[in-house]
T-cell receptor, first 116, second 116 residues
């Protein structure tokens, strides 16, 4: 069965520091991978996605993620964190199931706090 | 273009009461889905629809009903509310249920439901 693991429940970084949020997936075929961000009291917003091709994908707000098939990982990175990046981040994989390939399976999320 | 609109934003129910959470999208998306978000569990798929008149169950469908009479609307009905249904509910839509073509899921702002 497909699954997504985000091993870090809570991360705190200083403003201006670099960030890496981990995501590991379990999926038998070529995965479709996503990172979403949820600000407090808001819905989820897509940061970036990987379908095929270049394994380093760029997203909005200066985020990027690298797909590593050998490690079954899709880690999210940002070189310099801003206070406005404080939010909860979700990794997701699209499950190919009966043709409805937009059935997203989400990880449990990583809550990011940014210290001044 | 409002995107995905959910109503109400907040609701308190007594055990045994029924209610309908509304979801509407104005993007002519064919695929719509409902998720619930609980602490430490990420988002879990309740029901989804790949088009008007077609619905199917997700991971956690028990206690919920859906219908899709129009492309725009996808209401979620709680038949007899239980405290275990206390959660934040998100509706999402995407252009197609096929991931190919770079579709992404757009989320509403959520409905926070408390069952007492």
């Amino acid at each position: 069965a497909q699954s997504v693991t985000q091993p870090d429940i809570h991360i705190t970084v200083s403003e201006g520091a670099s960030l890496e949020l981990r995501c590991n997936y379990s999926y038998g075929a070529t995965p479709y991978l996503f990172w979403y961000v949820q600000s407090p009291g808001q819905g989820l917003q897509l940061l970036l996605k990987y379908f095929s091709g270049d394994t380093l994908v760029q997203g909005i707000k200066g985020f990027e993620a690298e797909f590593k098939r050998s490690q079954s990982s899709f880690n999210l990175r940002k070189p310099s964190v801003h206070w406005s990046d404080a939010a909860e981040y979700f990794c997701a994989v699209a499950k190919n199931y009966g043709g409805a390939t937009n059935k997203l399976i989400f990880g449990t999320g990583t809550l990011l706090a940014v210290q001044p | 273009n409002a995107g995905v609109t959910q109503t109400p934003k907040f609701q308190v129910l007594k055990t045994g009461q029924s209610m309908t959470l509304q979801c509407a999208q104005d993007m002519n998306h064919e695929y719509m889905s409902w998720y619930r978000q609980d602490p430490g569990m990420g988002l879990r798929l309740i029901h989804y629809s790949v088009g008007a008149g077609i619905t199917d169950q997700g991971e956690v469908p028990n206690g919920y009903n859906v219908s899709r009479s129009t492309t725009e609307d996808f209401p979620l009905r709680l038949l007899s509310a239980a405290p275990s249904q206390t959660s934040v509910y998100f509706c999402a839509s995407s252009w197609s249920h096929h991931v190919q073509g770079g579709t992404e899921a757009f989320f509403g702002q959520g409905t926070r439901l408390t069952v007492v």
